[in-house]
């Protein structure tokens, strides 16, 4: 079948039946890049049948085999506002113009950054994965290292997928240094519900609770919750368009005190 294709690309039939003997043999990866290639050469007249070979393929492919990536950066530039300050020498306060510092205004400076990051998934039974990943990044200045950032974060939970439902349950952690300080944490849980609607679209509807806290700014702290959904329609291979709302509230975080004699 390949060598059919090799010289006949537009055989349809030659890559329906190749699609179906990767399928068979449990290549799901090889078999969804074949019907996807099928499905686009089809145009509008697609075949029920292989949009169900679709999602039976990806269906599979989560539970088919433990999977682990990951990936580095190194970043070189040069930032012209690098504190992220005004470019001019004054500014107005209520209408009184206020002469800024050599430190308040726009500085610029030489930069280096790395990043990295991975991510994994387990089957653990029929549907069930154990998911997780964590990346982090760092940005240091040659001169400015007041502004200097680390930010790191991490998720890891499970997934369970029924049919064309998949539900996920992560905890997840993200953390900011500015100048070698802890600045800002946050720490929470985010639920979700996914349906595939078609081998090429899908929705999904998520919770999400943070705990947010300020190092040295208590004031500041608070609870946050995340109400969404998104909508995701495959258009080719290569791209992908994507419609998402959602309703958010952060309040002050309550603290609970006691006291006693």
């Not at 206020?98 to 950054?113: H, M, N």
């Not at 349950?169 to 946050?186: K, S």
Request: charged share 25%; proline share 2%.
């Amino acid at each position: 079948l390949e060598r059919v294709l090799q010289g006949n690309p537009g055989h349809r039939q030659a890559r329906y039946d190749l699609a179906r003997a990767f399928f068979a043999s449990g290549d799901y990866t090889a078999a969804t890049q074949a019907f996807e290639a099928v499905r686009k050469q089809d145009g509008q007249n697609v075949d029920p049948l292989i949009d169900d070979y679709l999602l039976r393929a990806r269906q599979s492919g989560r539970n088919a085999r433990p999977s682990l990536s990951g990936f580095g950066e190194l970043r070189i530039g040069y930032d012209t506002n690098a504190n992220a300050g005004p470019q001019r020498d004054s500014v107005d306060m209520i209408g009184v113009p206020v002469v800024l510092t050599a430190a308040q205004r726009a500085s610029d400076d030489a930069f280096a950054g790395l990043a990295a990051g991975v991510k994994g998934r387990l089957p653990l039974t029929e549907g069930l994965t154990l998911l997780g990943e964590g990346a982090g990044s760092l940005r240091i200045h040659r001169q400015e290292n007041q502004f200097d950032f680390a930010t790191y974060g991490a998720r890891a939970g499970l997934e369970l997928a029924r049919g064309r439902h998949v539900f996920s349950l992560l905890g997840h952690y993200a953390g900011l240094n500015v100048d070698d300080r802890a600045y800002r944490a946050m720490a929470g849980v985010t639920g979700q519900w996914q349906f595939e609607w078609d081998a090429v679209s899908r929705v999904a509807t998520y919770l999400q609770y943070s705990d947010v806290s300020y190092d040295h700014q208590s004031s500041r702290d608070a609870d946050r919750w995340m109400l969404g959904s998104r909508f995701v329609r495959r258009l080719n291979a290569d791209w992908q368009a994507s419609v998402e709302g959602y309703w958010a509230r952060a309040g002050r975080k309550r603290q609970l005190r006691l006291s006693g004699l």
